[in-house]
């Protein structure tokens, strides 16, 4: 099994049978119900789950697992974060849908092929998610992810296109203010 990559967390217990809501991201759940186990670090080990049941209820998911049957079983791992083997997340990505260590350092440029910087982070804001591109001189502005600004993912060349549309100035940068 290569690495591990977290999908939810384990927020409380549901009911008195020792099953679990877990937050997760939206737009997961046919890989949650598709679950055979899961993974989570108790005191830095990895301990496996085993998945009985999946269901969902007011964008919780509602977990039943084989090893846990009481809500004192639950509250050991109450909290912690679920993990799962990042090639079943992979098999599950869909189109235009990628992991955040995949798009770091990947370098950017524009759509003449001019070199602007590296991805240095993802963020989110409630309409997309938004690329933080690096200049070599250290510098940083934002971009949202969306495909009218960003329309070519290429992961397997490290790298990812921008469109530069008019009125975006990327010398509008974040920073330590003593470098602007």
Same mark, same amino acid.
């Given at each position: 099994?290569?690495?591990?990559?977290?999908?939810?967390?384990?927020?409380?217990?549901?009911?008195?049978?020792?099953?679990?809501?877990?937050?997760?991201?939206?737009?997961?759940?046919?890989?949650?119900?598709?679950?055979?186990?899961?993974?989570?670090?108790? /005191?830095?080990?990895? @301990?496996?789950? &085993? !998945?009985?049941?999946?269901?969902?209820?007011?964008?919780?998911? =509602?977990? %039943?697992?084989?090893?846990?049957?009481?809500?004192?079983?639950?509250?050991?791992?109450?909290?912690?974060?679920?993990?799962?083997?990042?090639?079943?997340?992979?098999?599950?990505?869909?189109?235009?849908?990628?992991?955040?260590?995949?798009?770091?350092?990947?370098?950017?440029?524009?759509?003449?092929? /001019?070199?602007?910087? @590296?991805?240095? &982070? !993802?963020?989110?804001?409630?309409?997309?998610?938004?690329?933080? =591109?690096? %200049?070599?001189?250290?510098?940083?502005?934002?971009?949202?992810?969306?495909?009218?600004?960003?329309?070519?993912?290429?992961?397997?060349?490290?790298?990812?296109?921008?469109?530069?549309?008019?009125?975006?100035?990327?010398?509008?940068?974040?920073?330590?203010?003593?470098?602007?």
């Amino acid at each position: 099994m290569g690495k591990l990559i977290s999908i939810g967390k384990i927020l409380n217990f549901h009911g008195i049978k020792g099953e679990i809501k877990m937050g997760y991201s939206a737009g997961k759940e046919s890989l949650i119900k598709s679950l055979k186990n899961i993974y989570v670090y108790i /005191n830095d080990e990895k @301990v496996c789950y &085993d !998945v009985q049941s999946v269901r969902f209820h007011k964008n919780v998911a =509602i977990i %039943k697992f084989r090893q846990i049957n009481s809500i004192d079983d639950v509250m050991l791992i109450k909290g912690l974060l679920v993990h799962v083997p990042e090639e079943l997340l992979k098999a599950n990505l869909k189109k235009d849908e990628f992991l955040i260590k995949d798009l770091i350092n990947a370098k950017v440029f524009d759509t003449n092929g /001019n070199e602007i910087g @590296v991805i240095s &982070d !993802v963020g989110e804001n409630k309409a997309s998610n938004i690329l933080e =591109i690096q %200049k070599s001189n250290g510098l940083k502005f934002m971009v949202p992810f969306v495909k009218e600004l960003v329309p070519e993912v290429d992961l397997n060349n490290n790298k990812i296109i921008i469109n530069m549309i008019e009125g975006m100035d990327i010398t509008a940068v974040t920073g330590d203010a003593n470098e602007i």
